[in-house]
């Protein structure tokens, strides 16, 4: 068969069979990323049926997969919302940053990858993945809680991280020294505050620049515009994937709006090719034996993750019942992730078993968590609560029951009951009620 020809039908295959995929996925209200990766491994190396005539296109629709992911991520984003974000959610985010990679950490070293390993896999550990928080969230109905701000914050302080991350990573794993590692730092730093200064200042210039009434003319321009300042990014060693977060951010208004509709159904395709792609580097019969570190990584780091969202959600004031979902809805695991894992498998491949079981797992428990942290927490705090009132009640009648002295004076003390836990108390020594105890009028706070 021709190379052109089997291109085509190995291309179409991939492409019919994600669609598939994707539609069974929202049948049965799950994230189709780890079926996106399930499809990687049965058609890579060692899978079911190995594609071969494809694989290079696919590494090229890999990249743009990258680049278009984190462009619509920086649309979402203006450069007044990230800046405030910065300002009121940097302690969050510090805390995130300490729970969540230091576990990655550990176990890189642990693993014996050595430092460049142990960075790459704190990173996989760290990051949440945006697109199942934001679809989790829409899926149950909760963008207007008032704990979604606070995940929100927490997300974008962890992508802009990236803006740092990515290039550190990149020259560790170049083989860089620390000075010439300090100067990509410096680099990626000065090219984020020039960014932001620039949309900040500019924007709208820029966007009208931009602007056009005319769809293709503008999906022209901004695709365009992205993949050469990624290319030049990637030059720099600045990461592509970071270029294209920042031309995102630089973009506001109505081009942001218009450009985030044309470009997201390419998004999806070439981030489902992404997936694939990964999944396709990986051979199958190497994620058996790391199954076990993987799921010990993502136990402990869903603790880790609820209480990040615990800790954000209480600075911001909110109540209990709205800091366990923010815990339980920031769990999930995916692009990000993989995206690290795939700047690293080159350098250490051991990372890139691990991170897609690791990713396979906590994307699949992430809604779980989501829907069922705030509930099962709620349940044992009641249960915690019962013990305690009873324990209380058993010490009371105890007291009660202990007999006078023999052959003393009956203390008149004896006599006098002892107060009831009914009995009503003044205004001063009554409790003050709880978050979960507030009238219908004030429950907004802590919404369903």
């Known amino acids: 068969m021709h190379d052109t020809t089997a291109l085509l039908v190995e291309l179409g295959s991939v492409i019919l069979g994600l669609g598939i995929i994707g539609r069974f996925a929202g049948r049965i209200g799950l994230s189709p990323i780890p079926l996106y990766l399930l499809a990687g491994l049965a058609f890579g190396e060692g899978g079911l049926l190995p594609l071969g005539a494809s694989e290079e296109f696919t590494a090229i629709g890999?990249?743009?997969?990258?680049?278009?992911?984190?462009?619509?991520?920086?649309?979402?984003?203006?450069?007044?919302?990230?800046?405030?974000?910065?300002?009121?959610?940097?302690?969050?985010?510090?805390?995130?940053f300490v729970l969540n990679a230091t576990p990655g950490a550990i176990a890189g070293l642990m693993l014996g990858w050595g430092p460049v390993g142990a960075v790459a896999l704190a990173g996989v550990t760290w990051i949440s993945s945006s697109g199942v928080i934001a679809k989790v969230m829409t899926d149950m109905g909760r963008l207007g809680n008032r704990e979604t701000p606070v995940i929100l914050g927490v997300l974008v302080i962890e992508d802009l991280a990236m803006a740092v991350y990515l290039p550190l990573l990149t020259a560790m794993l170049a083989g860089v020294g620390l000075a010439g590692g300090s100067i990509a730092l410096l680099i990626a730093l000065?090219?984020?505050?020039?960014?932001?200064?620039?949309?900040?200042?500019?924007?709208?210039?820029?966007?009208?620049?931009?602007?056009?009434?005319?769809?293709?003319?503008?999906?022209?321009?901004?695709?365009?515009?992205?993949?050469?300042?990624?290319?030049?990014?990637?030059?720099?060693?600045?990461?592509?994937?970071?270029?294209?977060?920042?031309?995102?951010?630089?973009?506001?208004?109505?081009?942001?709006?218009?450009?985030?509709?044309?470009?997201?159904?390419?998004?999806?395709?070439?981030?489902?090719?992404?997936?694939?792609?990964?999944?396709?580097?990986?051979?199958?019969?190497?994620?058996?034996?790391?199954?076990?570190?993987?799921?010990?990584?993502?136990?402990?780091?869903?603790?880790?993750?609820?209480?990040?969202?615990?800790?954000?959600s209480r600075r911001a004031g909110i109540g209990p019942r709205g800091r366990w979902r923010a815990g339980g809805t920031l769990v999930a695991r995916g692009e990000f992730s993989i995206v690290i894992a795939g700047?690293?498998?080159?350098?250490e491949p051991r990372i890139g078993p691990i991170a897609t079981a690791y990713v396979l797992i906590l994307v699949i428990v992430g809604p779980l968590t989501a829907r069922w942290t705030e509930p099962v927490a709620s349940k044992l705090q009641a249960v915690l609560a019962g013990r305690g009132k009873g324990a209380e009640k058993a010490t009371a009648a105890e007291v009660k029951a202990v007999p006078a002295p023999v052959g003393d004076e009956p203390n008149p003390s004896h006599d006098k009951p002892a107060p009831s836990h009914d009995a009503p108390v003044s205004a001063r020594d009554k409790p003050m009620p709880s978050h979960d105890d507030l009238t219908p009028e004030h429950a907004g706070r802590d919404a369903d």
Do not use: C
Not at 72 to 84: D, F, I, M, P, W
Not at 229 to 242: D, E, I, K, Y
Not at 255 to 262: F, H, N, Q, T
Not at 343 to 347: K, N, Q, R
């Open 343 to 347: 700047l690293a498998v080159a350098t």
């Open 190 to 312: 000065g090219t984020v505050g020039f960014v932001l200064y620039l949309a900040l200042r500019h924007g709208r210039l820029i966007s009208r620049a931009v602007s056009s009434d005319n769809p293709e003319m503008l999906l022209l321009v901004v695709l365009g515009l992205t993949v050469l300042v990624a290319g030049v990014a990637q030059q720099l060693q600045v990461s592509a994937a970071v270029g294209a977060f920042l031309v995102g951010i630089a973009l506001s208004g109505e081009v942001a709006e218009g450009a985030r509709k044309l470009l997201t159904p390419l998004r999806d395709l070439f981030a489902a090719v992404f997936f694939v792609f990964f999944g396709l580097s990986t051979n199958p019969a190497e994620i058996p034996p790391v199954l076990l570190p993987a799921a010990l990584l993502a136990v402990v780091t869903v603790f880790t993750k609820i209480g990040t969202g615990w800790y954000a």
């Open 62 to 96: 890999a990249e743009i997969g990258v680049i278009l992911l984190l462009l619509l991520l920086g649309l979402e984003y203006s450069a007044s919302e990230l800046v405030t974000s910065l300002k009121t959610q940097y302690p969050s985010g510090a805390v995130d």
